[in-house]
């Protein structure tokens, strides 16, 4: 009797070898993990203000942007393909939605909607390029960063700003005690997730990473699923750059966005997306996104020059790189 009853709770008992072995797994599936765990106590013990609830509040509200486009992307680049016009579409995006709320007096809305079109355009362009006319998403979207680039510029010569009261709820409302941009990036994570774990699509992306010509004789349309992601991108950094013209009230059309394009692309690798296709988690690409909003959080708490920290960044898109290489060999 006492074999039959305590045997059950044995096994509901959760033991500390594997508590022990299960946390080894997920360090060996994500090691940036230990990493940032060890930057963020760091930034603790030097600042002692790092963990605070309003500087917490600030790392999370800066990094929502980049996590609504690091998703779509993530996904695009599992699928074998990339996409470097993100920072100019978030800049073009932003502009559309500041000039229609701002100097077309449009509810906001219709504000976010003009940069979302604005964003999918873009997207399409470079989803027929790459998908249907069989070019080099590499030398496609890095033609159109400048190109778009140099589009917002020629629409938009002069910053924009006063953009008025409705549409800055936009970047700065809440949601249940929540900023609305943090609320909208969990949304997109968890949409992402789902999408990669429950559907045929999230397979599909896979498939198409890991080998295109098996994939193609397995059934799978091989250019209409990337050709959405390519749209799907293009929309989530339309709707950053809308945020982002929420929260400053302003935009630049020469340096909106500059540089976020290679930010994105680091928190994709820090997140174990493999740049060649095939691999990697929204779980990972969370990671890489908290990994870069706290470093340059903490830097900038502790007052390091600019150029310091374009250092760092350069260094931990080196580092992305790295573990995107031999990061599953660590879970072999």
């Not at 701002?102 to 873009?122: E, I, K």
């Not at 700003?161 to 800055?168: D, H, V």
């Not at 909106?256 to 095939?278: D, I, M, P, Q, R």
Request: positive net charge; hydrophobic residues 55%.
């Amino acid at each position: 009797m006492t074999t039959a009853t305590t045997a059950p709770a044995n096994r509901l008992t959760p033991r500390p070898r594997a508590l022990a072995g299960s946390g080894l797994n997920a360090l060996r599936r994500h090691p940036l993990l230990l990493v940032l765990a060890l930057m963020v106590l760091a930034f603790q013990l030097t600042t002692g203000s790092f963990l605070g609830p309003g500087n917490l509040r600030g790392i999370a509200t800066d990094a929502a942007t980049l996590a609504i486009v690091a998703v779509p992307l993530a996904l695009l680049v599992i699928s074998g393909y990339l996409d470097l016009s993100v920072g100019s579409t978030l800049a073009l995006g932003g502009l559309v939605a500041g000039w229609l709320a701002g100097q077309q007096h449009q509810p906001p809305v219709v504000a976010v909607l003009g940069a979302l079109v604005v964003g999918a355009a873009v997207g399409a362009v470079n989803g027929i390029l790459c998908c249907y006319l069989g070019l080099s998403a590499f030398i496609v979207t890095l033609g159109m960063l400048t190109a778009v680039r140099g589009l917002a510029q020629q629409l938009f010569p002069l910053p924009l700003s006063s953009f008025g009261p409705g549409f800055a709820w936009l970047g700065g409302s809440r949601i249940a005690g929540i900023d609305a941009p943090v609320v909208i990036a969990v949304l997109v994570l968890v949409a992402g997730a789902l999408f990669l774990a429950l559907t045929p699509g999230g397979r599909h992306v896979f498939a198409i990473g890991v080998n295109r010509e098996a994939a193609y004789l397995s059934g799978i349309n091989v250019r209409r699923t990337p050709f959405a992601l390519f749209v799907v991108t293009g929309v989530a950094a339309a709707l950053a750059g809308a945020i982002k013209a929420s929260v400053l009230d302003s935009v630049v059309s020469g340096t909106s966005g500059a540089g976020f394009e290679l930010t994105v692309l680091t928190a994709v690798l820090l997140g174990g997306v493999a740049l060649t296709g095939g691999s990697g988690s929204v779980l990972g690409v969370l990671l890489g996104v908290l990994f870069l909003g706290c470093l340059q959080n903490g830097l900038t708490l502790l007052s390091v020059p600019t150029f310091w920290q374009q250092m760092a960044q350069g260094s931990a898109l080196v580092v992305g790189a790295a573990l995107a290489r031999f990061g599953p060999r660590l879970t072999r």
